[in-house]
């Protein structure tokens, strides 16, 4: 896997635009929709299926879903996600490939809702 850090515009209001589903009892967060106009949309690297593994330096694999988008929510400024994304979707991992793995930045201000 390598990793690679983005950097979008600043957006003044909204949020990063993209919802998470996941984080019950351990199991991986996931982008399970990204919104129209957003800055993820507008950024146009984040995809549907990532898996989110970092926001800021701040591990959230493991984390619960409310904590992780508590966590989105907090954010002002910059906002780096590390993410990790399956190369072959709806296949079973052989081994003998890694999954790629990014690091996105994006500006952003607080939010409201569950989306990040």
Do not use: W, Y
Not at 59 to 88: A, F, P, W, Y
Request: charged share 20%; hydrophobic share 35%; with cysteine.
């Amino acid at each position: 896997a390598n990793g690679s850090d983005f950097i979008t515009r600043k957006m003044t209001r909204g949020g990063l635009g993209f919802a998470l589903v996941g984080g019950v009892n351990g199991s991986t967060l996931r982008v399970n929709d990204i919104c129209c106009g957003g800055v993820a949309e507008q950024d146009g690297r984040l995809r549907v299926g990532d898996i989110l593994l970092e926001v800021n330096g701040i591990i959230v694999s493991g984390l619960s879903h409310g904590k992780v988008v508590d966590i989105l929510r907090k954010t002002e400024g910059t906002v780096q996600l590390t993410v990790c994304r399956d190369i072959l979707p709806m296949s079973t991992c052989s081994g003998s490939s890694s999954p790629a793995e990014a690091s996105q930045e994006f500006n952003t201000s607080n939010s409201a809702g569950q989306q990040a």
